[in-house]
């Protein structure tokens, strides 16, 4: 009848690079291959079960999924093994997935909340389609669409640009991404040095060499799964085994694994790359084709008189001796790790997705620049064993908005979370949003999509009291989280079982698409949030209905995907679907200038090379004179401030009074969503690594707890200048002495009964500020003292 | 017979646990309550812990310090302590290898959770319970082995269990190619925890097949059992980092 998927099958199935009969064909036999009816008396099974492919939606890997339905039952999720990212495997979320569908908290229907009592009473959802229409025509009467504000999440694939564009129609530009929490310090290290605004990917499976610089490659990194997949596969996929250095204050998981821990002194990694370039370039081991060629400002250069390159100035500045002083790392371990990394391509020096890079300065994106910098000297961007550009699957353009005099006026306003503006360099400010209203910028509507900012964002109480100030606020958070408890309307989307979507696949460099689809029927009454607004539009009427003319959010996804070279059944059949073959650009070449280096470069020539000298950043803080760059943390003038270099990172709090680094940590089992931490699993596995279980805990030294009188497991309370907190000390010997780390995602206040009232959320005592030029998030720039509770 | 084996590179596992949850998930195991949990009762048959397991123990002077992390099911012993100890005969080794628990037979009195050296033998110490509608996930399945329950339909208090290589699993592959009127291959089925690794670290086969994947790795340099020198005789097969 039917046989399991075998190694060779599915080896069979990326030869014929999918979508093919057979491809389909073995498939199928996959996925029937647990569905065994006609049985010896001894098994019971349900007679009436299927497969489902879709893909997981509990943190930004996006891994595809075969679920398993039972008698119309979620019972198991197993991994897609045509899925390019997981390649068959799940992790823990993953695998716990069906407690977010049968969770006992999830939110049953629409609700109306009255401010004044706080009373929630159910509505209809032709009642909250009538509200948010009517909300949005008054503000388009009034003139001022802007006003109209959305802020959301991890949304990635469609929904990002339908939610982009239904502002638009309205007339506001005012869509926010949390991308200041996490990923957008190194997309601009990324922007101002390759000119693509993008997370770079990895080709970790050819790679001999990796150089992580606390990017967290196997616990909650921007892409999780997928760096697991590249690092499994270079330990012992391949005949000769990868390299992996990890730089990183605090050892975990990736540490441990790795061949060899670097515990830098926090802040520091722009001193120990640009002191391992010091070296690759006194020993003359740089890609000499590479940054001669195709690299801007290598050697010193005349441009309205003799301007300083990268060479000279990192000859200058940054001697090994110098940089063990900044860094705490030994000069000798730093030549050492120049001489392998230079010595051993391909090498690859891989920029955290989140961490780090967010320390309140612009400092941490000199670093993602000069980290990004180490790969442009051995010439490993778009080289195999390198960087990749990702490149997206081409989606079906949007039909042209048509002309409507309220909305081009709404669009030509300031955006509210000042990015553009007040953040010249910012694209989003999530956790400025706050800020922005509080200083009285008018917000009349709020939307929260995948957004919990009261709960995520450092000094999230802000957002709390800047809540208070918008009169009519939506989430649409299938759980009561933080923020939806202060919504006046509560909308729960369905969880990703129940509903249609889709994901760009990213970290593999090809276009792909990741489907997600209602493998049973929703649970509760509850709507996709593009069928929603869909809804509103067409009760909106006029032009606006006329844009959104889809009967369905299903509908959208058929219009979008139209070309991507399946149809919709293959697509729904295989949840999956991409172009597989990253094709690397040659230097020079017509896809290197449109696509690689410099594609995206908004001031600066777009003309193939790669800034080792930033002309990008020079458009902006180039004329400025010395105390305008004081004021923005950059104490270097002229080319010093284009070029990547070390900023000594400006912490809140003495280091007298608060002698600790505070690091608030993602773990792999509960990730960064809210609604993980309700999932009863995942908070019994949260603190494996110290064996704690449904608590939060502070990892320390313990010879600096020790110091302190501390006993292991000893109660403390964490005190920042913004705050304190109480929780227990537990030794982690692989740390540095001065820093001391929080997990991420308990302390929550709200969710649901497994998640609220369990540990602290060490978020409350981070320093709250946007750094300047780019307003993103600081969380990495906030000192503590500890002592016993 | 095939004799089934699983060996872990610890050079390519990433200490995620999603062998842990996969394992939950196909063989409902119940999540204990917050309290239980913290004595240390939590029932995950396949656990991932960190060496050493008490911080407080020094591993070496900071910073030449490196946690290490074990991924932990059943060893599935040739030589099982916890048979040896059952006073009723509820545990037992079956043809294919399989280290068994009888839960009809079982009587509750832990010995076996002392007996084993590994710790991998959980004790229902309350109703398996699941807030409604948590019980919705659970795995339908049920395997009798002459009348007897193997798995992974829910097991009753007072009753001591453990990992089963998935012999639910495997019992299902059996039937479906009795059913296609072939032979059965060793390759047609793995544990849920092996098919969900996402280091891809996990290989599960047979034992007995000297060409096989799992005898092949047991040849490895880098191959060790754990409390080899016990006399255990694990059939679950680690190979060293680095």
């Known amino acids: 009848m039917t046989k399991p998927l075998s190694r060779r099958d599915f080896l069979k199935i990326g030869g014929v690079a999918a979508g093919t009969a057979t491809a389909l064909g073995v498939l199928k036999n996959a996925v029937s291959a647990q569905t065994v009816t006609n049985v010896a008396a001894s098994i019971q099974t349900t007679s009436d079960e299927k497969i489902v492919a879709s893909t997981c939606h509990l943190c930004s890997a996006g891994c595809g999924v075969l679920v398993r339905v039972a008698d119309g039952k979620v019972v198991k999720l197993e991994g897609n093994p045509m899925h390019p990212v997981n390649q068959g495997s799940l992790c823990p979320k993953g695998q716990a997935a069906p407690e977010l569908l049968y969770n006992p908290d999830r939110l049953t229907s629409p609700m109306k909340r009255d401010r004044a009592s706080g009373q929630l009473t159910p509505i209809q959802w032709d009642e909250a389609i009538q509200l948010v229409a009517q909300k949005l025509n008054d503000l388009r009467e009034a003139g001022h669409p802007e006003q109209a504000v959305l802020m959301h999440g991890d949304t990635r694939g469609q929904m990002r640009s339908f939610l982009t564009r239904f502002m638009q129609a309205v007339g506001s530009p005012n869509v926010v991404s949390h991308e200041s ?85 926090p802040g520091t990694d722009a001193a120990l790359a640009l002191g391992m370039a010091n070296v690759i370039i006194r020993s003359g081991l740089v890609d000499a084709d590479f940054v001669k060629n195709y690299c801007f400002g290598f050697d010193n250069f005349a441009s309205g008189g003799e301007r300083k390159g990268f060479r000279d100035f990192v000859l200058e500045n940054y001697d090994p001796i110098r940089v063990e002083q900044m860094t705490g790392v030994p000069s000798t371990t730093i030549a050492r790790l120049a001489g392998e990394f230079a010595s051993n391509k391909p090498a690859v020096a891989i920029l955290p997705g989140k961490g780090g890079l967010l320390n309140g300065g612009f400092g941490g994106v000199y670093a993602a620049m000069a980290v990004h910098a180490l790969n442009a000297l051995v010439g490993s961007i778009e080289s195999e064993g390198g960087v990749m550009t990702q490149r997206y699957m081409p989606c079906v353009d949007f039909p042209k908005l048509p002309s409507d005099s309220v909305a081009s006026k709404g669009l030509k306003t300031e955006r509210l979370d000042g990015a553009g503006t007040k953040f010249p360099l910012g694209r989003n400010a999530y956790q400025a949003v706050a800020d922005q209203i509080l200083e009285g910028a008018a917000v009349e509507a709020l939307f929260l999509y995948d957004a919990n900012p009261v709960f995520e964002t450092p000094g999230g109480n802000r957002f709390a009291e800047a809540f208070a100030k918008v009169p009519f606020i939506v989430s649409f958070s299938s759980f009561m989280d933080e923020s939806a408890e202060l919504a006046d309307l509560i909308l729960p989307e369905p969880t990703f079982f129940e509903r249609w979507g889709d994901n760009h696949i990213e970290g593999l460099g090809y276009p792909g698409i990741s489907l997600f689809q209602p493998v049973i029927e929703p649970l509760y009454d509850t709507m996709n949030t593009g069928d929603f607004f869909l809804k509103v539009a067409e009760t909106m009427g006029g032009t606006i209905a006329k844009t959104f003319a889809w009967k369905s959010y299903e509908e959208v996804l058929q219009f979008r995907l139209k070309d991507i070279g399946a149809d919709w059944d293959t697509l729904k059949e295989l949840g999956v679907w991409m172009i597989p073959g990253y094709r690397f650009a040659k230097r020079g070449s017509e896809r290197w200038i449109g696509e690689v280096v410099g594609a995206d470069r908004l001031n600066a020539p777009r003309d193939g090379y790669f800034d080792l000298y930033s002309r990008e950043l020079n458009c902006f803080v180039g004329k400025m004179k010395k105390d305008e760059l004081a004021a923005l943390g950059i104490s270097m003038m002229g080319d010093g401030a284009n070029l990547p270099h070390y900023e000594e990172t400006a912490f809140a709090g003495d280091e007298a009074k608060y002698p600790f680094v505070l690091n608030v940590i993602t773990l792999m089992s509960l990730g960064s969503r809210s609604e993980a931490a309700n999932m009863p699993s995942l908070q019994e596995i949260s603190g494996m690594t110290v064996r704690e279980t449904w608590d939060s805990w502070l990892e320390m030294n313990p010879e600096s707890a020790r110091r302190l009188g501390l006993e292991d497991q000893d109660r403390v309370k964490v005190e920042s200048p913004f705050g304190g907190i109480n929780t227990k000390v537990r030794y982690v010997a692989g740390l540095r002495p001065d820093v001391v780390n929080l997990p991420f995602n308990q302390g929550h206040t709200a969710v649901g009964r497994f998640a609220k009232g369990r540990g602290v959320n060490g978020l409350e005592i981070l320093n709250p500020a946007s750094e300047p030029l780019t307003g993103l998030a600081a969380f990495t720039n906030t000192r503590v003292k500890v002592s016993r509770a | 017979m095939p004799k089934w084996s699983m060996v872990i590179d610890l050079d390519k596992c990433v200490a995620c646990q999603g062998c842990s949850i996969a394992c939950r998930f196909e063989n409902n195991t119940p999540v204990v309550a917050p309290d239980q949990a913290k004595l240390g009762r939590a029932m995950r048959w396949n656990d991932v812990f960190p060496l050493p397991v008490n911080p407080t123990e020094e591993t070496g002077e900071y910073p030449h310090v490196k946690a290490q992390y074990v991924p932990r099911p059943c060893m599935h012993c040739e030589n099982p302590p916890c048979i040896k100890v059952c006073p009723v005969g509820a545990t037992f080794i079956d043809e294919e290898g399989i280290v ?89 089925y793995v544990p849920a925890c092996v098919q969900t690794c996402t280091g891809k670290a996990r290989f599960f086969g047979d034992l007995e097949d000297p060409d096989s994947t799992v005898s092949q790795l047991a040849l490895k340099p880098r191959s060790f059992r754990l409390l080899e020198d016990g006399g255990t005789h694990p059939k679950t097969i680690y190979l060293r980092e680095g």
């Open chain 2, 100 to 188: 068994e628990q009888n839960y009809a037979r079982c009587i509750g009195c832990r010995f076996c959770t002392v007996g084993c050296p590994y710790g991998v033998r959980y004790f229902n110490w309350y109703e398996p319970q699941w807030e409604t509608p948590l019980a919705e996930h659970l795995n339908p399945d049920r395997v009798e082995g002459q009348g007897v329950l193997e798995g992974p339909a829910v097991r009753p208090l007072g009753v001591v269990e453990k990992c089963t290589f998935c012999i639910h699993r495997l019992k299902k592959a059996h039937a479906q190619a009795e059913a296609e009127g072939r032979d059965f291959r060793a390759d047609e």
């Open chain 1, 181 to 265: 929490l996490n990923v957008a310090a190194a997309k601009l290290g990324m922007y101002l040095t390759q000119g693509v605004y993008a997370l770079p990917a990895y080709d970790l499976e050819n790679a001999n060499y990796v150089l992580s610089f606390g990017a967290n490659l196997l616990e909650a990194g921007s892409n999780p799964q997928r760096t697991i997949s590249g690092f499994s596969y270079l330990r012992r996929g391949r005949a000769t085994r990868g390299k992996v250095v990890v730089v990183d204050p605090r050892q975990g998981v990736h540490g441990a694994k790795a061949d060899e821990w670097i515990p830098i002194k």
